[in-house]
């Protein structure tokens, strides 16, 4: 995985992103949502930043196993 | 139905040069996969090979199974950059490190393999004034602690570790430095090798390419674990899986404050002896550890990745970025070519402390949170997830690597960094 697609700028480069955290689970409580991790081998949700681009706020699912991007959303409009 | 390796001396090895190539025999020999076990180790790295190899010899556990995916020494324990070191801040950690250090240190003695221990230092440097100060508090925590530490000034740095002698212009002059000199590098594959070789001859059944897919339980026990192989019986089981923490977590239905992520390193070609002790640099942005291996190489790691990943492909920005930080402190070094480079998975916890305590069932053990500290710990490690599992509690050294730490607040925080593994 070396470039991801902002919803504004296009295809970048890894390294003007900041990954945040994985997605925490619909309903989790506050503790889980802070500290706990969803660790799947095959799809993985995630919060991503722009940090060095359009500081756009991100909602990345991807494959950490093989590296595949499936999507990338604004935070907020995924589906 | 043990074949017993020869036990290594200089006489055998005198011996073994002249008696032809069958006197070497292999270090573990390939055992059938048996239908119970006392004990089922899952994942035969230096974690789990070394909690098998204590089960036998401290606490005469007859029959126990180390359980591997792929082949032994496959994972971290021979991804790593051989560093070993007990310089860390929190009692609850550098207690337990400096018993990790002190076992280094007697190692080859006690498994009857060369491990190649090399104590050549491990120097900590700061370019700025806080630095150094951040440098003199964890120096004054090791002390009182009765572990060596020694502060530097520039000066002393530079008397210590000659190749820092500028060979062009250095951006940022060195202030100082932290040195543990009873730290430094230990042959990595020689430790899985090693403990494999003892913890066979202890009569540790090690099995190689069988994955375990599952865990069987009965009325709220655990009675064994589900393999590629078939079925196996377990009286307890232990996770030592490090990047695949995360996933055992999934698997058991307990979702843990761990993180993958890759973590990368790299060995130039060979040159003469230049670089005398590990030197190690921690900026705002990264950190670099740079040491030269017995071979000449010239290795050198940095920070993570920084996402979730099992890929084990590190990402080129890393790479660049530990290759300028090494060249900004060893200006020498600009001209020499890359041979390999290679990623790890590591399982980062939420504070950076890893986790050794029992998960969902009362007979099932997770050894793992690792961090950046899974090689160097690997001793201590053995010994003491090795008590819990047979006595039941926990020994002084991991009482409070606990996982109720995150939910109780106890957390032990060494970077003061918040919930996140990367946080930069």
Redesign the interface.
Known sequence: MMRLTCPFCGARELHEFQFHKTAPEPGANPFAAVYERVNRTDISQEYWQHLHGCRAWLYVSRNPSTGEVYQVHLLGTQS | MSVRAPRYSAWSLLRGRFSGPGFWRPLWSGRQLQKAYDVVVVGAGGHGLATAYHLARDHGVRRVAVLEKRLVGYGNVGRNTTIVRSNYLLPQNHYFYEDALRRWETLSRDLNYNVMYSPRGVLDLALSDGEMVSLARRGNAMRLAGIDAELMDRAGVMKFAKELVPAGTRRFDIVGGLLQQRGGTVRHDAVAWGYARAASALGVDIIEDCEVTGLVTTAGVATGVETSQGPVAAGQVVFAVAG????I??MLGV??????HLLQAMVTEPIKPLINSVLIYVHPHGEVYILQSDRGGVVMGGFLD??????R?G???RLEDVVQSAVALLPQIAGLRVLRHWAGTNDMT?DGSFIIDRIRYDNVFLNGGWCYGGFKSIPASGAACAQFVATGTAPDLIRAHTLSR??SGHLLDERGGG??P?RL
């Open positions: 695949h923490t995360g996933a977590g999934t979702p843990l404050p761990v993180e993958t920084g996402f979730p990943s099992y890929t492909e990402r080129w920005s939420m995150f939910a919930p996140f990367v």
